[in-house]
């Protein structure tokens, strides 16, 4: 009976040496052996250094460049993004971070919580001068409500506080000196004791997820004296021992342990949604760029084309004045519309050339401090287009549908009321009274030698010639250690301890507000679903006025061409005057540059429609997978001889889009 109880002994000692599965699954990362963690044993006490940021930009940019001017199609301005854009390249590290913290859990530390805000992106250069347009600024950021901290917070816990879920080795030495005067010397001999000792101990602690702590520990404790009565000395004892304790009710449980745990692998989860919608900003940011940069290509092409027009009616008019078939006063009528044409062509110049500052920027890692994209002009290959008249609308209803099943921020706010719920239970565990079990079982041993000191002259006269010391005592630290494992000397105890707190209000109150803070939960995340509706119908009106417009734009515009030459043949026939060819040029300008307006008014409602409905990565064909690595493998377009406004492809939007 005793070898069986000693074996299941060493038994529990063997298991409790094996981490547990739940609490010692680590991440990704860790497993493969990489920054997080290291396998050997030394590696667990030194840092792993985290590579330094990267401010290379990829080859793609530079393939795209040629003889100083940066030919773009809009497939490449959206790979540039995903490999370069800096936004983009911050999120990288949110997965990493929550991997750590993931890390932390399953060691039973309290989370140290993932950063949630995102960046809206760049806003484009009619921004700038009027205040509308894409993005909310350079640098912008919102948080997408996923409650977490930012680097560095240290996070609040309530509820029971969790078990050392990491192994810990404890090894101890101690060497002492000690006299103890005798005010009797008759039991001793001699006047005071004088002891050396040295002893040492080790062990190892483990908790686990069930509410268990386990310890184990090894103890020797070698003394030598002057003690002339003792039979043995020097002497060494020694035990072994083991400690078991169980919660009982406050903290008993892996739901409660490993809660936690629980939501670190939630946090991971929504650092990947956080990723994934800022690159869904990013690419719809960038979307919009591309669309005003192609819209400012086509406006300068219009104010150049209304400068022509009114330098070819100056020179007209000049000529009329030197033959004398018109006033002079038309010279000047003509020159000051020249100038107004060429003050309208200047400033769209310089909104082309702000504009393509702000895509360089977006898109390269060193910005425009890179001398290669510093003066390199950017030509636009991708038109904006129209889609045909015949484009499908699907109802309201499957529009929201699909938003709910694709927007990552709806799963994001649905995996915080979960990590909100695991923390509830864990502060309704904190309301129950204290109850621990406790349990010990130690082995003890003993063993020296003979006290070769002179035997005391009491002792001699009453016949004690030599020591009679017990034989079973008598050898070294193999016969301590052979008495400890053959559980000669074994001390048991089982008890329990319990705390009852008489008021226990500060439990009572981590759980009224940690329901009340649910509840608020659940009302944003309806508030979150109910805007969807109003954003993917608000986006659905937007998209059909914007399809009017363009429409009324362009029958604008064809109108205007038809007046301007009804207007020059007249006053080539003298049936009109300058003044109204002037005017006419004036609207069929405005026409052209209303198209262009609305046709990029058209492009953005299309974006926001995709950004509404979840579909920005879906309908631009763009893996996650790829953004996260920070390499596309879709190779660059080709490098066509073309000037801005001659584009090609297949457009600016796919030709499959949430709306179809």
Known sequence: MKHLKFSMAILCTALMLVPSVQAQQAPADQRNGSWLARNSFTGRFRYSEIEPINITNSPRLEQLVRAGRIYLSLQDAIALALENNLDIELQRYGARIAEADLLRAQAGGLLRGIPTSISTGPQSAASLQTGAGGGTGIGAVRDTGG???GSGTIITSTGTSIPNLDEQIFVGYTWGHRTLTQP????????????????????IQKGFLTGTTVTFGVNTTSQSSNNLRAEINPFTNGNANIELRQRLLQGFGIAANSRFIRIAKNDIRISDLVFRQQVIQTVSAIVN??????????????????????????????KQVEIGTLAPIEIVRAEAEVARSQQELTASETQLLQQETIIKNALSRSGVNNPLL??????????????????????????????IENRPEIRQTELNLENAKISLAGSKSQLLPSLDLVATAQNNGLAGQINTLPIPADMAAAGFVTRRANPVFVGGIGDVFSQIFSRNYPDYSIGFQLSVPIRNRAAQSDVVRDQLMLRQAEIRQRQQLNQVTVDVQNALIALQQARSRYQAAEKSRVLQE????????????????????????????????AEVSALSAYNRARVQMDLATGQTLANFDISIDEAVKGRVGRAPSALPALEPGQGRGNGLLPGANSTK
């Open 374 to 403: 510093a003066n390199a002009r950017i030509v636009p290959t991708d038109p904006l287009q129209m889609p045909p008249a015949t484009e499908q609308i699907r109802p309201v209803q499957d529009l929201v549908q699909v938003a």
């Open 562 to 593: 038809q007046t301007l030459d009804a207007e020059q043949k007249k006053y080539a026939l003298g049936a009109s005057t300058i003044f109204f060819v002037i005017q006419a040029q004036r609207d069929l300008a405005a026409a052209q540059a």
């Open 184 to 203: 009797n010397s008759f039991s001793t001999g001699i006047p005071s004791l004088v002891f050396n000792s040295s002893g040492w101990g080790a062990g």
């Open 289 to 318: 760029l591309y669309a005003d940069l192609v819209s400012f290509n086509e406006d300068v092409r219009v104010r150049r084309q209304a400068l022509q027009l009114n330098e070819k009616l100056y020179s007209d008019n000049r």
């Open 147 to 149: 409650g977490g901290a």
